[in-house]
Antibody
């Protein structure tokens, strides 16, 4: 059974970098595509970007200038860095697995709340 | 980007009733690359339907999906107590992937 677990600081200061890790169990990260998705309070879901195990990435244009997603196949995890955060980046952040570039999200983590506040 | 509009925002029904949730797309979604997810607070979203009408593994057959292009529907034939939750549609036909705003299915 594939499980994904997000981890990282729950509080980040404005202008700093938000960093989260998604640890995958029950499947090798050396296949599939791996995405980050977020949901701001009272708003819908927003796809942030994905990484393929080879290291190729794709980002949402709305966040592209501030996002970096990386992968560590030796640790079976992938990570999100979002720079220059503001209060608008306060959200529940989810990681998810999908089988291809044009594919549905087969498995999700349960999410982690990150608040941006001084 | 493709904008998905879900309706209604809230649906109040009783167990045993039939639920019909809609997802409109603009512009249209090609290849029927549309999925439906169920989300309960504090839990991971759960894939219900992909490719507009294919049930994901382990999903009961009371859940069904239909539609193409600009109009998609999720139907729950007979509501069980555990079905009351948030439901989202999502397209993966073009980048960026986008989601609808969700339909809250609540007990009447």
């Amino acid at each position: 059974q594939v499980q994904l677990q997000e981890s990282g600081p729950g509080l980040v200061k404005p202008s700093e970098t938000l960093s989260l890790t998604c640890t995958v169990s029950g499947a090798s990260i050396s296949s599939y595509y791996w995405s980050w998705i977020r949901q701001s309070p009272g708003k819908g879901l927003e796809w942030i970007g994905y990484i393929y195990y080879s290291g190729s990435t794709s980002y949402n244009p709305s966040l592209r200038s501030r996002v970096t997603i990386s992968i560590d196949t030796s640790r079976n995890h992938f990570s999100l860095n979002l720079s220059s955060v503001t209060a608008a980046d306060t959200a529940v952040y989810y990681c998810a697995r999908h089988g291809g570039r044009w594919y549905h999200f087969e498995n999700w983590g349960q999410g982690t709340l990150v608040s941006v506040s001084p | 980007e493709i904008v998905l509009t879900q309706s209604p925002a809230t649906l109040s029904l009783s167990p045993g009733e039939r639920a019909t949730l809609s997802c409109g797309a603009s512009p249209s979604v090609g290849n029927r690359y549309l999925a439906w997810y169920q989300h309960k607070p504090g839990l991971a979203p759960r894939l219900l339907i992909y490719d507009a009408s294919r049930r994901a593994t382990g999903i009961p057959d009371r859940f069904s999906g239909s539609g193409s292009g600009t109009d998609f529907t999720l139907t729950i034939s007979r509501l069980e107590p555990e079905d009351f939750a948030l439901y989202y549609c999502q397209q993966y036909d073009s980048s960026p992937y986008t989601f609808g705003q969700g339909t809250k299915l609540e007990i009447k």
